[in-house]
């Protein structure tokens, strides 16, 4: 396993348009992101795709591609209510890791089906993450076993949205998965900033993946080179 920590930039889209503005804004610099989706039902604040189903379509059909889909590397973190059911349009869209939140009714046939689809393709393979919250236990991870390929921990108590306080269990819960996963990749999501960025990786984060301290910041490049310089010294 690497001994670098990975930045991952976050958005949380409203449109297509909205996505490839914030994209084009660390074109260049970050090679994997992660897109932020919330049905409305799991978590509030319905984001895009369940905002314009339209544009959607028409990357799962292969009308239209992700933005810089030939430069990126693209997360989907699901905050759904029943993946399982929708899981084969994301990986249509080019999915190169999937994010089920161990909670979401169907997170584990959800998980099942990346791992089926995993044996189909081979070398193209795509990542399944277990997401738990911060308040969890290690022992949430039991029906997912050895399914998943790594774990994100949530680093915020209302998930689906951004700019929340930092939720300090959340260090407690990756030192406790990193002594029981020791070559697992584990990540953060959720109020990650240039605050807690080093505690997180002291405690056994090798991802962070970050939000409102890149997007929200005036000079966003700047703000990604910052926290990767401060993990990886």
Same mark, same amino acid.
């Given at each position: !396993?690497s001994t670098k920590v990975e930045i991952i930039p976050a958005?949380?889209? =409203?449109?297509?348009?909205?996505?490839?503005?914030?994209? *084009?804004?660390?074109?260049?610099?970050?090679?994997? #992101?992660?897109?932020?989706?919330?049905?409305?039902?799991?978590?509030?604040?319905? +984001?895009?795709?369940?905002?314009?189903?339209?544009?959607?379509?028409?990357?799962?059909?292969?009308?239209?591609?992700?933005?810089?889909?030939?430069?990126?590397? @693209?997360? $989907?973190?699901? !905050?759904?209510?029943?993946?399982?059911?929708?899981?084969?349009?994301?990986? *249509?869209? &080019?999915? +190169?890791?999937?994010?089920?939140? %161990?909670?979401?009714?169907g997170a584990v046939e959800a998980v099942q089906l990346v791992?089926?689809?995993?044996?189909? !393709? &081979? +070398?193209? %393979?795509?990542?399944?993450?277990?997401?738990?919250?911060? =308040?969890? =236990?290690p022992d949430e991870l039991e029906p997912f076993e050895a399914? @998943?390929? @790594?774990?994100?921990? !949530? /680093?915020?108590?209302?998930? /689906?949205?951004?700019?929340?306080?930092?939720?300090?269990?959340?260090? @407690?819960?990756?030192?406790?998965?990193?002594?029981?996963?020791?070559?697992?990749?584990?990540?953060?999501?959720?109020?990650? +900033?240039?605050?807690?960025? %080093?505690?997180?990786? =002291?405690? &056994?984060?090798?991802?962070?993946?970050? /939000?409102?301290?890149? $997007?929200?910041?005036?000079?966003? #490049?700047? *703000?990604?080179?910052?926290?990767?310089?401060?993990?990886?010294?």
């Amino acid at each position: !396993m690497s001994t670098k920590v990975e930045i991952i930039p976050a958005v949380l889209p =409203q449109s297509f348009k909205d996505l490839e503005e914030h994209l *084009a804004l660390v074109r260049g610099v970050a090679k994997h #992101v992660q897109i932020d989706v919330v049905d409305g039902r799991y978590a509030k604040h319905k +984001t895009w795709p369940y905002r314009d189903t339209e544009s959607f379509k028409k990357i799962v059909e292969a009308e239209h591609g992700l933005p810089f889909w030939d430069e990126l590397d @693209f997360q $989907f973190d699901l !905050m759904i209510e029943h993946p399982e059911l929708q899981l084969k349009d994301f990986l *249509a869209a &080019g999915a +190169t890791q999937i994010v089920v939140h %161990a909670h979401a009714p169907g997170a584990v046939e959800a998980v099942q089906l990346v791992v089926d689809r995993r044996d189909e !393709m &081979g +070398t193209f %393979a795509v990542q399944a993450g277990v997401a738990l919250g911060a =308040q969890a =236990q290690p022992d949430e991870l039991e029906p997912f076993e050895a399914q @998943f390929d @790594f774990v994100q921990v !949530m /680093g915020i108590d209302h998930e /689906g949205k951004q700019g929340e306080p930092f939720d300090e269990r959340a260090l @407690f819960l990756v030192e406790r998965l990193r002594n029981r996963y020791p070559e697992l990749p584990l990540q953060v999501d959720g109020s990650v +900033t240039v605050d807690d960025a %080093a505690k997180l990786a =002291q405690a &056994g984060a090798n991802r962070l993946v970050v /939000g409102h301290a890149i $997007f929200g910041a005036k000079d966003p #490049v700047a *703000a990604y080179k910052e926290l990767y310089n401060i993990v990886n010294p």
